[in-house]
């Protein structure tokens, strides 16, 4: 479904090297990497929020940056993106933001109500009261509540994919269980394709189908749980244990 083939993209330095990986239809997939090592370019990369030096990626069997304008729309329309900082309009309410994520030409067919009702229900998929949030603008909400209306305007669209970077950093618990519950249930019930940048290594091996880690501008290891578990590779081990420790302490998370 989704396909990285050789992307390179440097800014003052080098941040991607040569990535190949992909992205099975309907797989839940988790990508991992220390801070800094380019997760987030590379998810941005798939719908060309950031467009690479080198090589190409596919979603569903378009070329993102050998197909065209009309490629690129196509995939942009198969595609919810879940921002690790939320990155919602600040001068659009919650309605307005959320609505963002209706494909233009879906959106024209749609009545404003019928906009409003799916709105409605992507909000109360991701727990928020859509009669308390809907008419609020993002400086009236919380970074829990901010993160959950980014996750509403990637699934309001009913996209065959999900990227998601970061979806449950700065949740509380309650809200971190009900995210990953629902993108186990967008990707079994939906067949949603999911790609899940997180650092709750323990979490991404307990609910993704494959794993991969990202590393030094490459990707260092795919493959599936037990096999990240049982890797003798040192710099995944080093990697894996810390993450070990880390969930061992239970790290309080960080605020976003
Ligand atoms: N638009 C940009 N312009 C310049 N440099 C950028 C840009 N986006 C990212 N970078 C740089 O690319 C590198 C990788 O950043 P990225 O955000 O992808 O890391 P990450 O792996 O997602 O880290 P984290 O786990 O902390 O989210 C960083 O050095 C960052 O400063
Ligand atoms: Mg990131």
């Not at 901010?146 to 990227?163: C, F, H, Q, S, Y």
């Amino acid at each position: 479904m989704i396909t990285y083939r050789n992307v390179h993209k440097a800014f003052d330095m080098p941040v991607l090297s040569g990535v190949d990986m992909e992205v099975e239809t309907g797989e839940m997939f988790a990508l991992f990497g220390p801070s800094g090592t380019g997760k987030s370019v590379l998810l941005k990369t798939t719908i060309a929020l950031i467009v690479p030096d080198m090589g190409d990626v596919e979603v569903d069997g378009e070329s993102v940056y050998r197909g065209g304008k009309h490629a690129l729309e196509h995939v942009r329309r198969k595609v919810g993106y879940v921002f690790q900082n939320a990155a919602l309009f600040d001068s659009f309410n919650v309605l307005d933001n959320v609505c963002m994520g209706i494909p233009e030409d879906r959106l024209a067919d749609l009545s404003r109500r019928e906009a409003a009702q799916r709105v409605w229900h992507a909000l109360e998929i991701v727990n928020l009261d859509p009669r308390e949030v809907l008419a609020k603008l993002p400086s009236e909400l919380s970074g829990g509540m901010k993160k959950r209306v980014g996750i509403a305007r990637a699934i309001v669209g009913r996209p065959d994919v999900l990227l998601w970077d970061e979806p449950t950093t700065g949740l509380d618990p309650v809200n971190t269980a009900a995210v990953e519950r629902l993108i186990k249930r967008l990707s079994e019930e939906l067949e949603v394709t999911s790609l899940l940048v997180t650092h709750d290594v323990q979490g991404g091996l307990a609910m993704c189908d494959r794993v991969a880690m990202l590393d030094g501008g490459v990707i260092r290891f795919c493959g599936t749980p037990s096999e990240f578990r049982a890797s003798t590779d040192p710099v995944v081990r080093a990697f894996g244990d810390r993450a070990a420790a880390e969930a061992a302490l239970d790290m309080v998370p960080e605020t976003s």
